[in-house]
């Protein structure tokens, strides 16, 4: 038996094998992606995530705006009980409609906004990440003290506290973190020693399904191979 299940491992590869034949073409658009990406200021960043959050609106308005009106239609008091049972039917259908249409645009949407993630890791690493204020970087200031407002500027430390511990940032994806990355977001399970990035490899497609609109905590955590992950606060938040 045993030789047998050699013998097909050698003929069709084994599944890890499979999975990593997969995964390396959407590596590959990960990096060509990064390529461009890595080149933008951080406004210029910052705007390239909104366009990620648009095509992935646009891809389920109308049945989220659809959505709305069943919500209206079923709080209706002058609505009848029979047609409000035909309104939760469509109202479930369209939920999962709206989920499937949000998996299928987010592996559209996953080079670019793993390429965003890995280009913010690399400013980080530089130093400071600086960039024009908004709304939620003033709001955000007032509470955290690795953000400040200067001049109209909203100035990103990478230095903040974690654990009780002081952490500065110095991590930046490599090819294994983004296979990982890619593994997760796709339901599969991600292997991965201590010392090979498990928490850097979150940041990943806790980024790509939070640009869906359904938030991911900044204190959420994820469990891979045993090991808990604490997802880094400042590079989820930047780009809020």
């Not at 390396?24 to 910052?46: C, F, G, H, M, Q």
């Not at 511990?165 to 593994?183: F, K, P, R, S």
């Not at 980024?207 to 191979?225: E, H, Q, S, T, Y």
């Given at each position: 038996?045993?030789?047998?299940?050699?013998?097909?491992?050698?003929?069709?590869?084994?599944?890890?094998?499979?999975?990593?034949?997969?995964?390396?073409?959407?590596?590959?658009?990960?990096?060509?992606?990064?390529?461009?990406?890595?080149?933008?200021?951080?406004?210029?960043?910052?705007?390239?995530?909104?366009?990620?959050?648009?095509?992935?609106?646009?891809?389920?308005?109308?049945?989220?705006?659809?959505?709305?009106?069943?919500?209206?239609?079923?709080?209706?008091?002058?609505?009848?009980?029979?047609?409000?049972?035909?309104?939760?039917?469509?109202?479930?259908?369209?939920k999962k409609k709206i989920n499937e249409d949000?998996?299928?645009?987010?592996?559209?949407?996953?080079?670019?906004?793993?390429?965003?993630?890995?280009?913010?890791?690399?400013?980080?690493?530089?130093?400071?990440?600086?960039?024009?204020?908004?709304?939620?970087?003033?709001?955000?200031?007032?509470?955290?003290?690795?953000?400040?407002?200067?001049?109209?500027?909203?100035?990103?430390?990478?230095?903040?506290?974690?654990?009780?511990?002081?952490?500065?940032?110095?991590?930046?994806?490599?090819?294994?973190?983004?296979?990982?990355?890619?593994?997760?977001?796709?339901?599969?399970?991600?292997?991965?020693?201590?010392?090979?990035?498990?928490?850097?490899?979150?940041?990943?497609?806790?980024?790509?399904?939070?640009?869906?609109?359904?938030?991911?905590?900044?204190?959420?955590?994820?469990?891979?191979?045993?090991?808990?992950?604490?997802?880094?606060?400042?590079?989820?938040?930047?780009?809020?």
């Amino acid at each position: 038996m045993g030789s047998f299940l050699s013998l097909l491992k050698r003929v069709f590869g084994s599944k890890e094998d499979r999975d990593l034949k997969q995964i390396k073409p959407i590596l590959a658009n990960v990096l060509k992606e990064y390529e461009r990406v890595n080149t933008l200021s951080n406004d210029e960043l910052r705007a390239e995530t909104e366009k990620v959050k648009q095509i992935i609106k646009e891809k389920i308005a109308a049945d989220s705006a659809r959505r709305e009106e069943l919500k209206r239609l079923l709080e209706d008091v002058n609505v009848s009980t029979k047609e409000k049972e035909g309104y939760a039917s469509e109202d479930d259908s369209l939920k999962k409609k709206i989920n499937e249409d949000i998996e299928q645009v987010l592996n559209q949407v996953l080079p670019t906004a793993f390429a965003i993630m890995k280009s913010t890791a690399r400013r980080f690493a530089e130093g400071e990440v600086s960039a024009t204020a908004t709304e939620f970087d003033k709001a955000l200031s007032a509470r955290c003290d690795y953000v400040a407002i200067d001049n109209g500027q909203a100035v990103w430390k990478n230095s903040w506290m974690a654990g009780g511990n002081m952490i500065t940032w110095n991590m930046v994806h490599y090819d294994v973190q983004l296979i990982g990355g890619i593994a997760m977001h796709q339901g599969k399970i991600a292997e991965m020693a201590t010392g090979e990035g498990k928490t850097l490899v979150a940041t990943l497609p806790v980024f790509l399904n939070a640009l869906a609109g359904k938030g991911v905590p900044c204190k959420a955590r994820c469990r891979v191979d045993g090991a808990a992950l604490s997802v880094p606060r400042p590079l989820c938040r930047l780009h809020r």
